[in-house]
């Protein structure tokens, strides 16, 4: 059974940052690409970050290149999201995903 759990999330001044975690467990978690996505009130979940299995392949949303930058341990089964320069809009619920699964999400609030 797949499981990913997220936790990080919180409350931050506009120009910080913060780092989420997800954790997983099921399956082997080198074999599998990760990514991250966030949905905003009224609006559509959206893509953030993408990591391959290596790591070695990574792509971001372009609202987040040059803040975000994602990561993962193998060895710790985890993926991790680093978020500096926070801005108001990038408050949301952020997720984590590995292909059919999801996380049940972590908000991240970020006041002007």
């Known amino acids: 059974q797949v499981q990913l759990v997220e936790s990080g999330g919180g409350l931050v001044q506009a120009g910080g940052s913060l780092r989420l975690s997800c954790a997983t467990s099921?399956?082997?978690?080198?074999?599998?690409?990760m990514g991250w996505f966030r949905q905003a009130p009224g609006k559509e979940r959206e893509f953030v970050a993408h990591?391959?299995?290596?790591?070695?392949?990574?792509s971001y949303a372009d609202s987040v290149k040059g803040r975000f930058t994602i990561s993962r341990d193998n060895a710790k089964n985890t993926v991790y999201l680093q978020m500096n320069s926070l801005k108001p809009e990038d408050t949301a619920v952020y997720y984590c995903?590995?292909?059919?699964?999801w996380g049940q999400g972590t908000q991240v609030t970020v006041s002007s």
């Open positions: 099921g399956g082997i978690f080198t074999s599998y690409a």
């Open positions: 990591i391959s299995w290596s790591g070695g392949d990574i």
């Open positions: 995903n590995r292909g059919r699964y």
